[in-house]
């Protein structure tokens, strides 16, 4: 008995009953498929995390603001550190340490912008220095940089994000154009390009503007948000977050348990999404994964019936010499064979469903998921199909044939 | 004409009971029957006789509880089922009343099976099955599936399917119990053609003109061997061919 044999006679077999083998098939498909999927969707999410993240740039790193820690002072004789502000005096002071190119202290609002009253929209506001652009990965599709000195003149003078500007100016040009914020004029000296969706909210709903000018008319004088730190290389991240802390530390006079600002690199933040992204991948992955489970009990469920039917066809092949174990070959072979089909068709269904945009997201196919899929719905099939083909072949030949 | 080591079939002191205890059933009381090669032997007797188990015994579908069953001299009660399935594929051929052909199975391939079994290359086994169908006049329905055809024709193609593997015994079961008179009569003519060509044949059956066909007509009743008539010699002809050899 040759395997490609007991191969045709699989094949007979499942083509007997082509409607049952094809639902079979299907519970497969969909568990494959929705494996390969999710994994594609996880992935592709995390990726666009990341891009958006390293868009960021990787040598610069932000230093926020925080409430500071009250754990931190239980057991220590100094009483609770008062949260102090950031203030643009730190940011100075972090200019000054080695490794450091530029610095950039900012304060965030949210205020309506409008032209006139006839259309206005809500944008977040940054007021900061001029090498923000630079830090932050920015573009100007057109117009200029504010200036230093507008910065120590307290210029009104905005930075349009490109969504914010075509829903204020639409197709007209905005340079030089007027817009209120707050009912307070800024001059429109530059637009930002496009940065598209970071998977956040849009990018490019913002508004930059001089530090001074956004603190003096809007925010007031109260702690930055953060200060964004150049270093001068990526390779010199860790050692200028490690000037950083000691200098607000001493600034502020605080120890680590008690620091009222939190440093954050590119590469800090990039492992604490991609591992929260990994956690939601794996969570539906097992979902899935439930999913090909039930449709391996499906197989067994299908597999049962089949022999059953099929008692005196097992019995007249037994009398006439199949061995238990050509019996056996035989039934696993179908039951694998409709895993290992259904198998198939899932990762062709889901790979072509990881070429459409689910929820804003691009999933990306992750190779390994494709053979993982596979093998796993070879193996659903092998222990699934098992417990039925041991039935067929422990049948008793005498009464199989009795069997009517 | 040399005759054989080994009797075919040897049953000695055969009892074979179903069940246990209160509800035990003694279907054979010790039953022992030696068949020659080349014999042709009618196992006649009512339902519920015990027929049948010696016929499950026989074809090494069933084990006997107590006494030894051997075939071609090979003592059954040592082997387990992988190879009670090989000495089925290799000595046995089995022809049901109810033809038991696997549906949707060309009748080449139905005759195949057995040899595919037995690992027989591709192109010998065409060859082989080919001859058999040939030989029970069947050559030009090959492809034919079994709903396609006839009782007699499903029938010839099951006689064909036991002839392929050239085994040492047929077991025909009620062969004619599901055919009209006349395809009986073909099929009958087929096994004695058999016979006359030297095949062993055990028939199981409740038709006296079916048990006409042999050369010796064993009655059971009640699990037991009650008549064990001789009506030829088993190295002649089967009677019925020698009756028309005469009358021609």
């Known amino acids: 008995m040759s395997a490609a044999q007991v191969l045709r006679f699989a094949v007979a077999g499942l083509s007997a009953n082509k409607l049952r083998s094809a639902l079979t098939m299907l519970g497969i498909l969909i568990g494959v498929g929705s494996v390969i999927l999710v994994v594609a969707v996880g992935n592709g999410s995390s990726q666009s995390v990341q891009n958006a993240i390293s868009s960021l740039g990787a040598s610069?790193?932000?230093?926020?603001?925080?409430?500071?820690?009250?754990?931190?002072?239980?057991?220590?004789?100094?009483?609770?550190?008062?949260?102090?502000?950031?203030?643009?005096?730190?940011?100075?002071?972090?200019?000054?340490?080695?490794?450091?190119?530029?610095?950039?202290?900012?304060?965030?609002?949210?205020?309506?912008?409008?032209?006139?009253?006839?259309?206005?929209?809500?944008?977040?506001?940054?007021?900061?220095?001029?090498?923000?652009?630079?830090?932050?990965?920015?573009?100007?599709?057109?117009?200029?940089?504010?200036?230093?000195?507008?910065?120590?003149?307290?210029?009104?003078?905005?930075?349009?994000?490109?969504?914010?500007?075509?829903?204020?100016?639409?197709?007209?040009?905005?340079?030089?154009?007027?817009?209120?914020?707050?009912?307070?004029?800024?001059?429109?000296?530059?637009?930002?390009?496009?940065?598209?969706?970071?998977?956040?909210?849009?990018?490019?709903?913002?508004?930059?503007?001089?530090?001074?000018?956004?603190?003096?008319?809007?925010?007031?004088?109260?702690?930055?948000?953060?200060?964004?730190?150049?270093?001068?290389?990526?390779?010199?991240?860790?050692?200028?977050?490690?000037?950083?802390?000691?200098?607000?530390?001493?600034?502020?006079?605080?120890?680590?348990?008690?620091?009222?600002?939190?440093?954050?690199?590119?590469?800090?933040?990039?492992?604490?999404?991609?591992?929260?992204?990994?956690?939601?991948?794996?969570?539906?992955?097992?979902?899935?994964?439930?999913?090909?489970?039930?449709?391996?009990?499906?197989?067994?469920?299908?597999?049962?019936?089949?022999?059953?039917?099929?008692?005196?066809?097992?019995?007249?092949?037994?009398?006439?010499?199949?061995?238990?174990?050509?019996?056996?070959?035989?039934?696993?072979?179908?039951?694998?064979?409709?895993?290992?089909?259904?198998?198939?068709?899932?990762?062709?269904?889901?790979?072509?469903?990881?070429?459409?945009?689910?929820?804003?997201?691009?999933?990306?196919?992750?190779?390994?998921?494709?053979?993982?899929?596979?093998?796993?719905?070879?193996l659903v099939g092998l222990i699934f199909g098992g417990f039925p083909a041991n039935r067929a072949a422990g049948m008793r030949p005498a009464d199989a044939l009795r069997y009517e | 004409m040399t005759s054989a080591p080994y009797p075919v079939i040897r049953l000695e002191s055969v009892v074979k009971v179903y069940g246990a205890g209160q509800a035990a059933v003694q279907a054979l009381r010790g039953v022992s029957l030696d068949v020659a090669e080349r014999d042709y032997v009618a196992i006649m007797g009512a339902s519920g006789s015990g027929k049948s188990t010696m016929m499950n015994i026989i074809g090494c579908l069933d084990?006997?509880?107590?006494?030894?069953?051997?075939?071609?001299?090979?003592?059954?009660?040592?082997?387990?089922?992988?190879?009670?399935?090989?000495?089925?594929?290799?000595?046995?051929?089995?022809?049901?009343?109810?033809?038991?052909?696997?549906?949707?199975?060309?009748?080449?391939?139905?005759?195949?099976?057995?040899?595919?079994?037995?690992?027989?290359?591709?192109?010998?086994?065409?060859?082989?099955?080919?001859a058999a169908l040939h030989l029970v006049g069947l050559a030009d329905r090959m492809n034919s599936q079994p709903k396609q055809l006839s009782g007699g024709q499903q029938q010839r193609v099951a006689v064909a399917r036991a002839l392929v593997t050239n085994p040492s015994l047929i077991l025909a079961d009620e062969p004619t119990g599901n055919l009209d008179s006349k395809a009986s009569r073909d099929l009958m003519g087929v096994f004695d053609q058999l016979n006359a060509a030297g095949r062993t044949i055990v028939l199981i059956t409740h038709e006296a003109d079916v048990a006409a066909h042999a050369k010796r007509v064993i009655q059971v009743q009640d699990g037991r061997i009650v008549a064990d008539r001789r009506v030829a010699a088993p190295d002649v002809l089967p009677p019925l061919l020698t009756q028309q050899a005469v009358s021609s």
């Open chain 1, 60 to 378: 610069s790193i932000t230093v926020l603001h925080t409430e500071g820690s009250a754990a931190g002072s239980t057991s220590s004789t100094t009483a609770f550190a008062e949260p102090q502000n950031l203030t643009v005096q730190d940011a100075e002071a972090l200019a000054a340490a080695p490794g450091v190119t530029a610095v950039s202290p900012v304060v965030d609002t949210s205020e309506t912008l409008s032209i006139g009253g006839t259309s206005d929209t809500d944008v977040s506001i940054t007021g900061t220095y001029p090498a923000y652009l630079a830090s932050e990965n920015d573009t100007l599709s057109a117009g200029a940089d504010f200036t230093t000195q507008q910065v120590n003149s307290a210029a009104n003078v905005v930075i349009l994000g490109s969504e914010a500007a075509s829903d204020l100016f639409g197709t007209a040009n905005p340079i030089g154009g007027s817009v209120l914020v707050d009912g307070i004029p800024f001059t429109v000296v530059g637009v930002l390009a496009s940065k598209g969706s970071s998977g956040l909210g849009s990018a490019d709903n913002t508004a930059i503007a001089p530090l001074t000018s956004v603190q003096d008319q809007l925010t007031g004088f109260g702690s930055l948000d953060d200060v964004i730190v150049q270093a001068k290389s990526s390779g010199q991240v860790d050692t200028v977050e490690g000037e950083i802390t000691a200098i607000l530390n001493q600034r502020h006079d605080e120890t680590a348990a008690d620091e009222d600002f939190e440093v954050l690199s590119a590469s800090s933040i990039l492992s604490t999404a991609s591992s929260a992204s990994s956690t939601f991948t794996v969570l539906l992955a097992a979902i899935a994964a439930i999913s090909l489970l039930v449709g391996g009990i499906g197989i067994t469920n299908i597999m049962l019936v089949t022999v059953t039917e099929r008692t005196r066809e097992i019995g007249i092949r037994k009398a006439i010499g199949a061995t238990p174990g050509v019996i056996l070959a035989q039934f696993i072979t179908e039951a694998t064979l409709l895993s290992l089909i259904g198998g198939v068709l899932g990762v062709v269904v889901g790979v072509l469903g990881t070429r459409f945009q689910i929820d804003g997201v691009k999933p990306v196919v992750v190779s390994f998921s494709i053979p993982l899929a596979l093998g796993f719905s070879v």
């Open chain 2, 63 to 130: 084990v006997p509880t107590e006494g030894k069953f051997l075939i071609d001299g090979i003592d059954t009660g040592y082997l387990d089922e992988q190879q009670l399935a090989v000495v089925r594929n290799r000595k046995i051929g089995f022809v049901f009343q109810s033809f038991n052909l696997i549906p949707r199975m060309a009748a080449l391939h139905n005759v195949e099976l057995p040899l595919s079994y037995r690992g027989v290359k591709h192109a010998e086994r065409r060859s082989r099955a080919e």
